[in-house]
Structures are given as C-alpha cells and as structure tokens.
C-alpha cells in the first residue's frame, strides 16, 4: 500500500503566473482534500474531490481550482499568483466521510510567491 | 463553523517528563484528529478517536465528546517527539465534505 505523495516538493513562482501541484491519493481513497498552510498557522481546507467532482469549497477565490482524475491522483491550480499564495500545500486522502475515515496527508508543496 | 482551540501554544520540558496537550472545539461532532507536524511541513495522522481512548506507543489520546475536549499525552517524553502537534475536526457538525478546521498547534520541544 502506498502513502499520498505529492509533486514538486518545493517551487517558486513569480506573482501573476499560475501552478499546478499534483497529489496522488493513498491506494484505495476516492476522497482528496486540498489545504493551505501559511507560515505558523494551521491548515485551512481549499477544497475536496469525490469521484472526481468537487463536493465541497473552503473560503477560497475561484482562481484556485482542482481536478481528480479516474485513478483519484489530484491536481490544484492557482491562476494569477500573489504573494499571499506562498505556502505549504497539503493534500489529504481518504475514504468519504471525514468522521469516520482517517486522513492521510501528504508532505506537501512548499510554493514561494516572489 | 466549528472553532478549535489549543493549549499550551508553546511547551518546553525535559526527556522524560509527562506531556499533555488539550484541544477544545464548539460544534458537536462524531471524530477528532491528532496530527504531527515536523519542520520541513510533512503531517502524520497519529489519532482518529470518537469516544473514550486511544494508545498507540508512548503516546495516549482521550476524548470527552459531551465536553468537547480532547487531549494528547506523551509519556517518557523523548527528544524526537520534538514537532508541532495538531488537533483538527470535520468543520461543520454534519461532517462531509467541509473539510477539516485545524487547532494553531502545539510546538512541543523536549530538550535532553
């Protein structure tokens, strides 16, 4: 069984360009979740795919968007970069149901915004 | 939305020693989260629990779901328990696909 990974490892981007983070899910989970975790703080949820449509939306602009592929890898874009983008990107795979299933998070994307 | 707070934010203590951190949340809901962060930003999911106790190790997680209270022990505290542990729960009291709202964390650091 493998465990959630996540591609690239870190990035740095200039403000106004777009990312693509990829994640692939744990063997098995159709159910990713995708958070933002700025500097000291704790993760803030962007958004979940289910069977590759997205089934629920955190407090985040539409230039942030995803989609889940049939294999349930993930991907996240952000369009039009600020520098309040720069974060680590964690995403989260699981069985649905948060309350019931356990998350398994990747390592995650660190994204420099200059 | 469920709001979730943690205690101590900060917490030094020597090798050995008993630790406890608390995480409290205001929506009632079915599980709780404790994750562990280690510099360089990677989280591992240490517990999911719904009622009662969990151990896995040296470290033990209790929850009060009437209290809405949970808390994590690490006994005989080591110094590669050094990290930033992390309490998080469903959002909304329905769960779903509202994702998760995550304590500040904990940065625990056990000195030798």
């Known amino acids: 069984e493998t465990g959630v990974t996540q591609s690239p490892t870190h990035l740095i981007k200039t403000r106004g360009q777009q990312v693509t983070l990829r994640c692939s899910s744990q063997?098995?989970?159709?159910?990713v979740s995708w958070y933002q975790q700025a500097l000291g703080q704790g993760p803030q949820f962007i958004f979940q795919?289910?069977?590759?449509?997205?089934?629920g939306r955190g407090n985040f602009p539409p230039r942030f968007s995803g989609l889940q592929f049939p294999n349930y890898s993930s991907e996240l874009n952000v369009n039009a970069l600020e520098l309040d983008d720069s974060a680590l990107y964690l995403c989260?795979?699981?069985?649905?149901?948060?309350?019931?299933?356990?998350?398994?998070f990747g390592p995650g994307t660190r994204l420099t915004v200059t | 939305k469920n709001e979730v707070e943690q205690s101590p934010q900060n917490l030094t203590a020597q090798e050995g020693e008993f630790i406890t951190i608390n995480c409290s949340y205001s929506?009632?809901?079915?599980?709780l989260h404790w994750l562990q962060q280690h510099p360089g930003g990677g989280i591992v999911s240490l517990f999911m629990?719904?009622?009662g106790k969990k151990k896995h190790g040296r470290l033990i997680a209790t929850i009060n779901i009437q209290e809405k209270h949970s808390s994590l022990h690490i006994t005989a505290s080591h110094p590669r328990d050094s990290a930033v542990y992390i309490c998080?729960?469903?959002?909304?009291?329905?769960?779903?696909?509202?994702?998760?709202?995550f304590g500040k964390g904990t940065h625990l650091i056990i000195q030798p």
């Open positions: 989260a795979s699981s069985l649905p149901g948060l309350s019931s299933y356990e998350q398994y």
């Open positions: 063997s098995g989970h159709n159910t």
């Open positions: 795919y289910y069977r590759e449509e997205e089934n």
């Open positions: 929506v009632g809901i079915s599980a």
């Open positions: 629990l719904s009622s």
């Open positions: 998080a729960v469903p959002s909304y009291s329905g769960g779903g696909a509202d994702g998760l709202t």
